[in-house]
């Protein structure tokens, strides 16, 4: 049962399913590696509550990027996001050398990277319904979910293990890497017209 559901033949889903994995994997790098430089160098849960409050507030907001989504080309959107994302990141590698003097940028860096993720997401969602058919979808939506939330179980772990093991900087490259992988993919994509279309709904 387990081989079926992780068998794909479609190779548009194959490659949307490794952006998703790159970008998670990236995000959950990025986020921990924000983190760990506040902890380590304010040592202020004043700080660390802000992160979290710009996080939250973010995901309640999501929904006011669905008609924004509707409008765009989806390809265009994934690459040029992604793209702001690997910037964000080298971004930070070089703030994080000034230390005290670059809080504000920082967590203006962290906000602007958090809304790039609220943005791919659910266009990958959107893309998913079209490319592949209605008999598989259910199955590969399922493996779609299923690969997130197991990813979300040791990410935060294994970024711990970078940042301990290597530092920010190089984990926060390593965050751009992954963006980087996940922008080859997404350019690979060959997507039908109806979502190249303007004011086109999918569902």
């Known amino acids: 049962m387990f081989k079926n559901l992780i068998h794909i033949e479609n190779s548009n889903v194959k490659k949307l399913l490794i952006g998703r994995i790159s970008t998670n994997i990236a995000d959950s790098l990025f986020y921990m590696t924000i983190l760990w430089y506040f902890k380590v160098t304010y040592h202020s849960p004043m700080i660390l509550s802000l992160v979290f409050i710009a996080d939250s507030t973010i995901d309640m ?50 906000i602007l990277s958090a809304i790039g993720s609220t943005l791919i997401y659910p266009t990958e969602e959107k893309i998913l319904p079209a490319i592949i058919s209605k008999t598989e979808l259910a199955r590969v939506n399922g493996l779609f979910q299923m690969t997130y939330r197991a990813l979300d179980l040791f990410l935060d772990a294994l970024a711990t ?9 190089k984990t926060m490259i390593i965050s751009a890497l992954f963006f980087a992988i996940a922008l080859a993919f997404y350019a690979k994509l060959y997507l039908p017209k109806v979502l190249l279309t303007k004011k086109r709904r999918v569902f």
């Open 61 to 110: 907001l999501a929904f006011i990027f669905g008609p924004l989504i509707d409008r765009v080309h989806v390809k265009k959107l994934l690459k040029y996001v992604t793209f702001s994302q690997i910037i964000l990141s080298i971004l930070t590698v070089c703030l994080f050398f000034f230390k005290q003097q670059v809080i504000i940028l920082i967590l203006l860096v962290y």
């Open 161 to 169: 293990v970078l940042i301990t093991y290597l530092s920010l900087n």
